[in-house]
């Protein structure tokens, strides 16, 4: 091979610096990620990406608490058509169980048992009702089949415990950063931590049927989003942050097992015979 | 693309001019979530081998269909099996039956008695009749009979009252050591005095007809009795001749009523396209299962290499270390799943091993490219990636599990 080949061959190879591997290599991806404005949709596919400019975007917009509130709805509203058509595709591709439940319905209600307990008491028929229909809901959820209930029931729960939870961790975590020596007001943090909820939307791609979404990699893929908005936002060191991240979640457990203990203790506390055998075995 | 082959084909090789350049671009976190998205949804594709099984595996209707084709193989075969069963067991119980309650001096008997009874084709409720009329012969008959050779009158008597056809009085005699019997017993049927007394004075001397008619003197009760303790008694065993007839059309009954339920409750698209698009979703799973496996991984390595000096930030770390999935495509055979019987056991044992080992090429080629990547990202020297990552398993699965038992001692032992 000649000089100039291999002066060629080591040039085409050398990406030695960020413009030419840029220019030459990604030239849409990078355009992309490096001038990137801040509507919802963007500012959350860059934190998925975990792109800090995202989080510093929405701490520095006009209204970062309003801002927050906005992502939020998006990332909700997302989830909302997600689980829609998680239903429709959920109810295309399994048995029908309204149609078995209902079959095995009226094989019950034709019984002489049940037309006894009916004529007995007049009640039994709606109870028995709800109790069915609870019991086949149960039978739903547990085994991943779709049913409109479950599917309103999970997200008006998700709604919820987002909320909550943005707004119960956003002031805890609050609290110790600034107890850390971070500057920066409760509206500023919401902003930036709404946005680390991104994540989230991996339950989205569970709309296509078998397709399952791990609980804990949400999680831990929270965590860091997390982790990024506290250290933007209150600018604290990688230590401080990490503890900022992780206090609320450790407050939290030790107070439902505190809640739990006492609850065994004064539950069993009920038991008369109970604290004379426990004081024979421990003296 | 053929940028981004080339740039995949460098981390492969560890070219540390890209990894260099991956680590300053902007562009690289969406180049590495593409690119960990494609090697691993190729890996995955080695779910698909097990599609062809996954489809042919019978539906519920399906089953309840061989099940039907049991139902009656068990009509055809097993159930008239069982009834000729039962009918022989009555008949083998009664001969056991009646030597266990006969007296010793005529077990002989009781086996001659059985067996005219068998030949005869007389059923238990024939000879139940047959014992039940002598219930009518007078104590002074009964007496007679028990003390002395019965008269002729009396085995008239008794053979009269037992209804007998004329052949299975025949028989009896007949199998009775009774020699000509035929010639004995009228075509008519009847029975007379005369013919009593010659029967009788032909056998008197001979223990066969005695012990027969001894064996007669049964009371009904007795042979009631016996009939009971066999639990086979002709009633009983009509009864369950005609239940255990009946359980095949039952059982054909219920299973049509299940296939007509399982018929209603498909899926709309039907099973099989059902099952397609659910294989489908399970593909798509595997990026998230293999990002499930490395994440929290990951996560202590960053922990680990912020300790020992570190300098990525966590984004460079984390897409630094998703690097290590560039060789997953290696991974290809061990998602192979259940095969079924499309291909032979020892080569479905074959392709683990061979899945196996390349997977292990695979994790080798891995940990290079991790100890690259995390030398790159926080400015290490290989033998401090090498201990980040030594240290990473330290704490995951010796620390955190000491602690934890540590933790838990302390907080149960108040």
């Known amino acids: ?283 | 693309m053929k940028h981004a082959l080339h740039i995949y084909s460098d981390i492969l090789i560890l070219r540390d001019g890209t990894y260099r350049a991956l680590k300053r671009s902007p562009g690289a976190p969406a180049y590495v979530v593409l690119m960990f998205l494609a090697v691993t949804l190729v890996a995955g594709a080695g779910k698909w081998l097990a599609l062809p099984h996954a489809l042919s595996r019978p539906t519920f209707a399906a089953v309840i269909d061989r099940a039907s084709e049991q139902v009656t193989f068990l009509d055809e075969q097993v159930v008239p099996s069982v009834q000729s069963a039962l009918d022989s067991v009555t008949q083998d119980n009664l001969r056991t039956t009646l030597a266990d309650v006969l007296p010793p001096t005529v077990t002989a008997t009781a086996e001659t008695l059985a067996n005219v009874v068998n030949r005869a084709g007389l059923t238990s409720q024939q000879l139940i009749d047959l014992i039940e009329t002598t219930a009518d012969v007078p104590d002074a008959v009964a007496a007679e009979l028990a003390n002395r050779p019965p008269t002729a009158d009396v085995v008239r008597q008794l053979l009269r009252a037992a209804a007998l056809e004329p052949d299975q009085l025949r028989t009896i005699l007949a199998t009775a050591a009774l020699g000509n019997a035929p010639s004995v017993v009228s075509e008519a049927g009847g029975i007379t005095s005369v013919l009593a007394g010659t029967l009788l004075s032909r056998v008197s001397d001979r223990t066969g007809l005695q012990g027969l008619l001894t064996t007669v003197a049964l009371t009904a009760d007795r042979m009631r009795t016996i009939a009971t303790s066999l639990g086979l008694d002709p009633v009983t065993v009509s009864r369950l001749n005609a239940r255990i007839g009946a359980v095949p059309q039952q059982l054909q009954d219920t299973l049509d009523i299940a296939h007509r339920e399982l018929e209603v409750v498909q899926p709309p698209l039907g099973t099989g396209v059902s099952r397609f698009i659910h294989f489908v979703g399970d593909w798509l799973s595997t990026p998230f299962q293999v990002a499930a496996a490395y994440l929290p991984l990951s996560l202590v390595a960053l922990l680990v290499a912020k300790m020992l000096g570190g300098k990525g930030t966590v984004a460079q770390h984390l897409f630094g270390t998703a690097l290590a999935a560039a060789p997953a495509f290696l991974l290809f055979l061990t998602f192979t799943g259940d095969l079924g019987n499309a291909i032979a056991l020892s080569t479905q044992y074959a392709i683990g091993v061979a899945g196996r080992i390349l997977g292990l090429i695979g994790f080798a080629w891995a940990f290079l490219i991790l100890i690259k990547s995390l030398s790159v990202a926080h400015e290490f020297s290989p033998w401090r990636s090498a201990a980040t990552i030594g240290l990473t398993y330290v704490a995951i699965y010796i620390l955190v599990p000491v602690l934890s038992f540590l933790a838990l001692g302390y907080l149960l032992r108040g």
């Open chain 1, 1 to 283: 091979m000649t000089k100039k080949a291999t002066a060629g061959v080591k040039k085409a190879h050398s990406y030695q610096t960020e413009d030419a591997f840029d220019r030459t290599l990604l030239p849409a991806l990078t355009e992309q990620r490096r001038h990137f404005d801040d509507r919802p949709p963007i500012l959350v596919r860059e934190a998925l990406l975990l792109n800090y400019r995202a989080f510093d975007k929405v701490k520095a917009a006009k209204d970062p608490l309003r801002r927050g509130l906005t992502i939020l709805g998006l990332i909700l509203l997302l989830l909302l058509v997600a689980r829609g058509l998680q239903l429709l595709l959920g109810y295309l591709t399994t048995p029908r169980f309204d149609v078995l439940s209902a079959d095995i319905l009226d094989q019950v209600t034709g019984l002489n048992w049940y037309t006894e307990q009916a004529t007995a008491n007049p009640a039994f028929a709606q109870q028995f009702a709800l109790a069915y229909e609870a019991v086949w809901q149960l039978i739903r959820v547990v085994g991943g089949f779709p049913s409109a209930l479950g599917t309103i029931v999970a997200l008006v729960s998700t709604a919820g415990s987002l909320l909550l939870g943005w707004l119960l961790y956003g002031s805890l975590a609050h609290v110790l950063a600034r107890w850390f020596g971070g500057n920066a007001p409760l509206k500023q943090f919401l902003g930036p931590l709404a946005l680390s909820y991104a994540p989230m939307l991996l339950f989205g791609l569970a709309f296509i049927p078998g397709l399952e979404i791990g609980g804990t990699l949400v999680f831990l893929y929270m965590l860091t989003t997390k982790f990024i908005a506290i250290r933007r936002t209150y600018l604290l060191s990688p230590g401080y942050s990490l503890a900022v991240l992780l206090a609320p979640y450790a407050f939290g457990i030790a107070l439902v097992a505190i809640l739990v203990a006492l609850s065994i203790g004064v539950g069993l506390g009920q038991i008369p015979y109970l604290d004379p055998i426990l004081n024979f075995f421990t003296g």
